[in-house]
T-cell receptor, first 116, second 114 residues
Framework: GAGVSQSPSNKVTEKGKDVELRCDPISGHTALYWYRQRLGQGLEFLIYFQGNSAPDKSGLPSDRFSAERTGESVSTLTIQRTQQEDSAVYLC??????????????FGPGTRLTVL | DQQVKQNSPSLSVQEGRISILNCDYTNSMFDYFLWYKKYPAEGPTFLIS?????DKNEDGRFTVFLNKSAKHLSLHIVPSQPGDSAVYFC?????????????FGTGTRLTIIP
């Protein structure tokens, strides 16, 4: 079956521009996560959506970062006024529910963002 | 503050031998641990996990050991195969209802030598 998909796969932008990254989770998965991986570092949690609950935004590094999710479908991560330190691979994951002990997270291939 | 640490950025192992990947954590509140495998240009895929109530979990060639007193876990792969060559990430979480965000280590690149 279809896995988690992300678009674009690569994005090169100039410093100061806004970018929007898209994630299509696995159908029926109620939980959706955004992570990022900067060069030489581990994956870093950004934001979590679960159903209609208020999202957990505790991992967003600054107010330039925001994300939305419509119901239990597509999510978009927006970065405003991009900076060079935003360059990273942005990964989306989805799972059936919030309990990882019972429901593993499935990751998309990521969007590689390069800010010049 | 790196709460999950993988101190070996790379590891090379002969095909057929045992691969041992290590991971340390500092947050004693973590009570569920996972290993993910990542190939280039792909997202991480779940490999094996362990709850803090156990000290060992085995799945085929993969075994994860947890030493809670040392805040240390390890992944054993035996026998190692060329297809095991990938980056392995250790992750930890605190299962509570509604949010299972993962805290990841920096990864270990495993290379299996044919």
């Amino acid at each position: 079956g279809a896995g988690v998909s992300q678009s674009p796969s690569n994005k090169v932008t100039e410093k100061g521009k806004d970018v929007e990254l898209r994630c299509d989770p696995i159908s029926g998965h109620t939980a959706l996560y955004w992570y990022r991986q900067r060069l030489g570092q581990g994956l870093e949690f950004l934001i979590y959506f679960q159903g209609n609950s208020a999202p957990d935004k505790s991992g967003l590094p600054s107010d330039r970062f925001s994300a939305e999710r419509t119901g239990e479908s597509v999510s978009t991560l927006t970065i405003q006024r991009t900076q060079q330190e935003d360059s990273a691979v942005y990964l989306c994951a989805s799972s059936l529910a919030g309990r990882i002990s019972y429901n593993e997270q499935f990751f998309g291939p990521g969007t590689r963002l390069t800010v010049l | 503050d790196q709460q999950v640490k993988q101190n070996s950025p790379s590891l090379s192992v002969q095909e057929g031998r045992i691969s041992i990947l290590n991971c340390d954590y500092t947050n004693s509140m973590f009570d569920y641990f996972l290993w993910y495998k990542k190939y280039p240009a792909e997202g991480p895929t779940f490999l094996i996990s362990i709850s803090s109530i156990k000290d060992k979990n085995e799945d085929g060639r993969f075994t994860v050991f947890l030493n809670k007193s040392a805040k240390h876990l390890s992944l054993h792969i035996v026998p190692s195969q060329p297809g095991d060559s990938a980056v392995y990430f250790c992750a930890a979480t605190r299962p509570n209802f509604g949010n299972e965000k993962l805290t990841f280590g920096t990864g270990t690149r495993l290379t299996i030598i044919p």
